[in-house]
């Protein structure tokens, strides 16, 4: 496996992140992402499953990845994809009733080569150019109001969503999964497996993925990798670059070498 990975977080349209990433037989394991994603294939072809959806594509396919939706998926052979990482303050703009419900896209891909090619000629653009911003909120809110929808939290055992939350909230620290099942009186096994009926992965594998996207938005340029490994918990820089390089496929050096 190798790969190459190039990103920029657009300022002005408040940190909406586009990536370029580029592998060679990549497995993803079965994870998830704090903020909705769009993407497109440059070359390659992928497959995987997002949800309870399996999907396959290939450069004439949209992708649309949900927030929190657990996915997975490999690279088949080389694969060079574009993606769009886009941030809560675009979804709250399209939530017109104010309703504050959960945002999602209807479907995992959509097969239109034209929007496609648009999507990848727009992300080269803008990757050079900060006068491509306006264009690309444009095209972004306009994909987030055709294929998106809202609607009610799915998980209805309070405590459990309860309990998810308190775990959101120590990221930058360390978590006993067996403190928190009995502040909400269960059994550490009872509780996992009631979380993972909810959330489809464990406590502790919720609690790492919450910790491993919250430390990526915080590197910078200039970020001690050391540091952040610190701050969110992890005995070390090199375990800490083991599990971010398992979710994302690169590692924390090459995600702030990255940066453009």
């Not at 657009?10 to 370029?20: A, K, P």
């Not at 620290?173 to 489809?200: E, P, V, W």
Request: include cysteine; charge should be neutral.
């Amino acid at each position: 496996m190798s790969y190459k990975v190039t990103c920029r977080r657009m300022e002005t349209l408040d940190n909406l992140e586009l990536q370029l990433l580029q592998f060679r037989e990549q497995r993803f394991p079965s994870h998830f992402h704090e903020w909705p994603i769009i993407a497109v294939l440059e070359n390659g072809a992928i497959t995987g499953e997002f949800g309870q959806y399996t999907y396959h594509g290939d450069s004439d396919c949209v992708f649309f990845s949900n927030a929190f939706e657990l996915n997975c998926g490999e690279s088949i052979g080389d694969v060079c994809y574009r993606t769009f990482i886009i941030p809560p303050s675009i979804i709250a703009w399209a939530d017109k009733n104010q309703k504050n419900e959960l945002f999602y896209f209807r479907e995992t891909s959509i097969r239109d080569g034209s929007l496609a090619e648009s999507l990848r000629l727009l992300h080269e653009k803008a990757f050079s150019s900060d006068q491509a911003a306006e264009e690309l909120e444009l095209l972004i809110k306009k994909l987030v109001m055709e294929n998106g929808c809202w609607r009610t939290e799915a998980n209805s055992n309070e405590k459990i969503s309860a309990a998810a939350r308190d775990l959101s909230q120590c990221l930058e620290g360390q978590a006993s999964i067996c403190q928190l099942a009995m502040d909400y009186g269960y059994s550490r096994n009872h509780f996992t497996r009631k979380f993972m009926s909810a959330y489809g992965v464990t406590p502790s594998h919720y609690f790492l993925n919450r910790r491993i996207e919250k430390s990526r938005r915080e590197i910078g340029p200039t970020t001690s990798i050391a540091e952040t490994a610190a701050k969110f918990g992890f005995s070390d820089q090199s375990h800490f670059g083991r599990h971010f390089k398992k979710f994302f496929g690169y590692s924390p050096g090459a995600y702030r070498a990255s940066l453009v």
